[in-house]
């Protein structure tokens, strides 16, 4: 039972343009969301994330945009660069807890110079 | 200075094994996790430890026990190791359960 899909496994843009990863939920408890970006051979690192009382937060180059009434989600990178390029994950958590990620599978994110 | 470190990196091991996978945190963070990616990529979490205590344990067999000494040491214990154990385990920890994760570098297990 995914709880939390991204349905794009794989994404390619060219340097300097935008990168748009989108993220879906099934349950409406989830409140607040997550992205974790991950390297080869490395452990997932924080990158933004949303409460559901948002529909929007920023910071720097990566912008993430919640619809609760689409239950979607999506990381916004502009402008992209080659060192963005990680396989992105989605998280999701209930009452601001994370003792339990609801993790998406991701998406391998590549961009070309 | 590694701030979530795991060991060992990779592990190899038969059927039937008993396996250990350590872990310890040097950010003075209360919460400790468990979580295994599996074959198809999902980032599943295991258990949460919160100052020693378990808070979170997601069904996993009993062939899985976590162990927390103190709270900068989550270890992984594993019996009877079986195919489908074989993932990539990650260790994590964070301030408090508000708190985003840090997570360490991973061990791929692979049991044949």
């Known amino acids: 039972d995914q709880q939390v899909k991204q349905n794009s496994p794989s994404l390619s843009v060219q340097e300097g343009r935008i990168s748009i990863l989108n993220c879906d939920y099934t349950n409406s408890m989830f409140d607040y969301f997550l992205w974790y970006k991950k390297y080869p051979a490395e452990g997932p690192t924080f990158l933004i994330s949303?409460?559901?009382?948002?529909d929007k937060n920023e910071d720097g180059r990566f912008t993430v945009f919640l619809n609760k009434s689409a239950k979607h989600l999506s990381l916004h990178i502009v402008p992209s660069q080659p060192g963005d390029s990680a396989v992105y994950f989605c998280a999701a958590s209930i009452g601001g807890s994370n003792y339990k990620l609801t993790f998406g599978k991701g998406t391998l994110l590549t961009v070309n110079p | 200075d590694t701030a979530v470190s795991q060991t060992p990196k990779y592990l190899v091991t038969q059927m039937g094994n008993d396996k250990s996978i350590k872990c310890e945190q040097n950010l003075g963070h209360d919460t400790m996790y468990w979580y295994k990616q599996d074959s198809k990529k999902f980032l599943k979490i295991m258990f949460s430890?919160?100052?020693?205590?378990?808070?979170i344990n997601e069904t996993v067999p009993n062939r899985f026990s976590p162990k927390s000494p103190d709270k900068a040491h989550l270890n992984l214990h594993i019996n009877s190791l079986e195919l489908g154990d074989s993932a990539v385990y990650f260790c994590?920890?964070?301030?408090?359960?508000?708190?985003?994760?840090?997570f360490g570098s991973g061990t791929r297990l692979t049991v044949v």
């Open positions: 430890y919160n100052n020693k205590e378990l808070i």
């Open positions: 994590a920890s964070s301030q408090d359960r508000r708190a985003t994760h840090t």
């Open positions: 949303i409460s559901s009382i948002k």
